[in-house]
């Protein structure tokens, strides 16, 4: 699944990062790679995402969010 199908509240582990070479080096360098456990904080369509990771609140467009797969972290 993609980081915009995750629901409030849930906590994922990032396993595939997909993208050209400049959004993957964006992505990487605010702390975003394959094994990054995240939690989502707030996805409501047509608004950005917010997400916690890395002891960091991060912002992400819905475009640049699907690009990020996923797998939902068991509790």
């Known amino acids: 699944m993609n980081l915009t199908e995750l629901k409030n ?3 994922a582990i990032i ?3 997909e993208g050209e ?3 993957l080096s964006r992505i990487t360098s605010i702390g975003l790679n394959v094994g990054c456990k995240v939690e989502m904080l707030q996805n409501v369509k047509k608004k950005p ?8 609140m991060i912002a992400l467009n819905q475009e640049e969010s ?3 797969q996923v797998e939902v ?3």
């Open 49 to 56: 995402l917010l997400i916690y990771g890395r002891d960091t």
């Open 66 to 68: 699907k690009r990020i």
């Open 9 to 11: 509240g849930q906590k």
């Open 15 to 17: 396993v595939k990062i």
């Open 21 to 23: 070479r400049r959004y």
């Open 73 to 75: 972290a068991s509790s």
